[in-house]
């Protein structure tokens, strides 16, 4: 089955600087990757998501990054904010698959 | 525009009772994924149902776990004779096909605690 990898584990940054999160995929099968926020208590929501025939898309602050030769796909945070502060989780999924395979988590804080 | 909706939102029991979780998903979506997520750990995937049918259940335990979608009402997933292992939040997922390019809503899910 697919392996998904996510790094840092733990991100910190200052209000207005950018922050980027990485993930890695094991199955080349897997052509749609969604990333999700999730802030405490609540349950993930989608931000982006990208599909294996485009390389990169980008929504206001937020952008995606997929380099399907070496399996990694990013998400780059751009200015952020301090409401940026949440755990962000990066999945992947095979067109015929039935499920999400999500990443651990990146908890990203953002310093006023 | 009701999102996915999961209730309770907290769940408490004792060892050996059974725990009831329910997810009504986003209007016009016929597609239910149920996850869990363990503390600091990413979501697991558990099962997918459509309505009347369960289409994967590999993550599923194969005991005291099941799960439904029934033609009428909410998808149930059902935990038998609940141990101290199975308190997790439980998140329930939403889709309007199984496409593998489309993405799930998620509701903010059921905190089971069991004593």
């Known amino acids: ?112 | 525009n009701a999102g996915v909706m999961q209730n309770p939102r907290h769940l408490v029991r004792r060892r050996g009772q059974e725990a009831r979780l329910r997810c009504s998903p986003m209007k016009g979506h016929s597609h239910v994924y149920w996850y869990r997520q363990l503390p600091e750990e990413g979501l697991k995937f558990m099962v997918y149902l459509q309505k009347e049918n369960i289409i994967d259940e590999s993550g599923m335990p194969k005991e005291r776990f099941s799960a439904e979608f029934p033609k009428e009402g909410p998808s149930i997933l059902r935990i038998q004779q609940v141990v101290r292992g199975d308190s997790a939040a439980y998140f329930c997922a939403s889709s309007p096909s199984g496409n593998g390019d489309q993405p799930q809503h998620f509701g903010d899910g059921t905190r089971l605690s069991i004593l």
């Open chain 1, 1 to 112: 089955g697919e392996n998904v990898e996510q790094h840092p584990s733990t991100l910190s940054v200052q209000e207005g600087d950018s922050a980027v999160i990485k993930c890695t995929y094991s199955d080349s099968a897997s052509n749609y990757f969604p990333w999700y926020k999730q802030e405490l208590g609540k349950g993930p929501q989608l931000i982006i998501d990208i599909r294996s025939n485009v390389g990169e898309k980008k929504d206001q602050r937020i952008a995606v990054t997929l380099n399907k030769t070496a399996k990694h796909f990013s998400l780059h945070i751009t200015e952020t904010q301090p409401e940026d502060s949440a755990v962000y989780f990066c999945a992947a999924r095979a067109l015929t698959g039935n499920q999400f395979y999500f990443g651990t988590g990146t908890s990203l804080t953002v310093i006023p």
